[in-house]
């Protein structure tokens, strides 16, 4: 099999740093699922990256993740067991051997959670997820344009409790492990979405854990060179800058699960006079310039710090910051009417058709 | 196998009635549990009651119940076929055939539901049950007095979604029992504790499917001779008349998905100028005569019209009925200090302690 690359403990920062980019505001904070990589990874020996091509047709693909809200998971931290332990019942529960681990969702904490299975249990990582960026909900993955099911899926807790789901569908997985999940204290740990090699070589997005890599080394390089670390992150994103400015005004609400909200920016420099609005529920998922619609989901959205060029997450918005948002193209899956169905903006509530952010 | 009784379609009503009796004015409409039973029995044919003795130590026994808002469960009927489905899961994640169907609660509709299953799989009933009455959560049942887990448990939906879940507790079986029941309309069916021959022996509560049989042929013939049907009913029960009287003032509230009230009744005919006030969580709970606690959880308290004999749930108090409540002692397990601490009054928020019926 071939390597791509292999991923040592120290490789960790940057990727979460890359995860916090493609979290696009949202996702679950990456620090805690760097610290417990970092600790499977000391424990059990590198991950080996590999690309989704090399997995045998017949071979089975697991992905895995931790669900909750982005607050609690911060809070709440697992025992570390969780994941292998939901990762092992998944196994037993389809009695064969699991070939290779998969990563659910690039953005956000779930960048990184996926190396804490693929070290304990001593297997390749593939290099790609199902979605490109963060989504909220559990359906919202490319496995699901597919037709793969989410079920069975094993989901477990701190505490040692496990449920075991067959749903008819994966809208009916999402609403069944959510309820789990608030009563279990408001964060899991899961395996689910079990699928061949072929399936997987279909439908995954390829590439975007050595991206989110790629990313935390070209902000660490960048600011070693005293350069212009947005530039660099826009550069290697194929990102064009949609406003540069500092925050005004915020509002945040928390309804129905999601942290959704509105954040209000006045121009600096080039972009003096001119208005930013970005709304988001839990990820960034729509901007307006000086009131007209720039971006949507399912393209991405991400918040840079404009000095620094840190990613800025919805949590962590506050008066005054200066930040420079980029759009940046979804993966073509998304761009299908069955995705722009999945995580268009009318799923989410918005009054607007999809609009692309490289139409402009 | 010593067969006690063959029970047949029109068997149903008369268990139907004492399972409304037992059920202490909670436990759900035993109404939909007969109409399922009868079906099923008229589709597989009659279901033979066993005692529990009738088991050999190494059988498997797997009680089976309805679990969810004693309203929804009345109006979102099930498919028919979910409880067979979970019997069946359970079965196989087991990996052995189930010997015999036991009754989890003889109260309310979950006194008929086991006839559904035991038909379809044309297996023997256990004539007894885990509580010798009904209670609203999971784990008030003596299965854990004795210590059995609830888990592994399978719930179904009308919907064909199931859940297994494997708990740390029982108290944790009954939380994410709930959720998922809540999340699914309101309404799910569940096959759990699992359990061997030995260990039904030790925990179940004998004789209460045949006591409900009984209970409603007894109400029956009485009207039939047009004797006392409350008298006839007192008796069987070795009940004691708490008190006879109208419904003066009812106070229902729905808190944490328990339907919490008072009802008040002044005393009629031999209880002229008396006050009497019984306090219920679906369940009566407590009973209070003249300011004074005259019966508590876990005895059995229950409401039956005064001309008819008719037992009286919760639900369908209204202001104006005539009732005679009756108090009778629980099985000895719940007087044990771990049977008061899982269904006493305490537990149920109310500052007493237990007062046995029989006590006064």
């Known amino acids: 099999m071939n390597i791509l690359r292999t991923i040592y403990a120290e490789d960790l920062d940057d990727i979460a740093i890359g995860g916090a980019i493609l979290g696009t505001g949202g996702g679950g904070d990456p620090y805690v699922g760097k610290l417990m990589a970092k600790e499977a990874i000391r424990k059990h020996g590198p991950v080996e990256l590999i690309d989704v091509g090399e ?27 969780e994941l292998l ?9 389809l009695g064969r051997k699991i070939d290779a681990v998969l ?18 249990a001593g297997l390749p990582l593939v290099d790609g997820d199902g979605m490109g960026r963060a989504y909220p909900e559990l359906q919202m993955v490319t496995f699901t344009l597919h037709g793969i099911s989410a079920t069975p899926m094993v989901l477990c807790d701190d505490k040692g409790n496990a449920l075991v789901l067959e749903t008819v569908s994966n809208a009916w997985t999402e609403r069944l492990a959510r309820a ?10 899961l395996a689910f979405y079990p699928m061949s090699g072929a399936q997987a070589k279909a439908c995954v997005v390829r590439g975007t854990l050595s991206l989110c890599a790629n990313l935390g080394l070209e902000l660490r390089e960048s600011r070693l060179s005293n350069g212009d670390p947005v530039g660099a992150i826009a550069g290697k994103l194929g990102a064009s800058v949609l406003f540069h400015g500092r925050l005004t005004d915020i509002d945040r609400r928390t309804i129905g699960g999601f942290a959704r909200g509105t954040a209000r920016f006045d121009g600096v420099e080039d972009w003096k006079g001119q208005t930013f609005r970005l709304d988001f529920q839990n990820e960034f998922l729509m901007a307006e310039r000086n009131g007209e619609i720039v971006c949507t989901t399912p393209d991405l959205i991400t918040l840079l710090e404009a000095e620094s060029g840190n990613p800025v997450t919805a949590d962590s918005l506050r008066y005054g910051l200066r930040l420079v948002a980029l759009a940046f193209p979804c993966n073509p899956q998304w761009k299908t009417d069955a995705g722009i169905a ?6 989410f509530g918005y009054d607007t058709d999809y609009i692309p952010c490289d139409a402009h």
Chains 1, 2 share one sequence.
């Open 85 to 93: 332990t939901a990762f092992r019942k998944l196994e037993q529960l």
């Open 103 to 120: 990563c659910g969702e690039a953005g956000g904490v779930n960048s990184t959670t996926p190396f804490v299975v693929a070290a304990a």
């Open 342 to 347: 999945l995580v268009g903006p009318r799923y």
């Open 180 to 189: 789990a999940t608030v009563e279990m204290g408001g964060s899991a740990l």
């Open 55 to 81: 997995l045998a047709d017949d071979a089975l693909v697991v992905p895995v993740c931790m669900m909750g809200a982005p607050t609690v998971m911060t809070e709440k931290l697992p025992q570390g067991d």
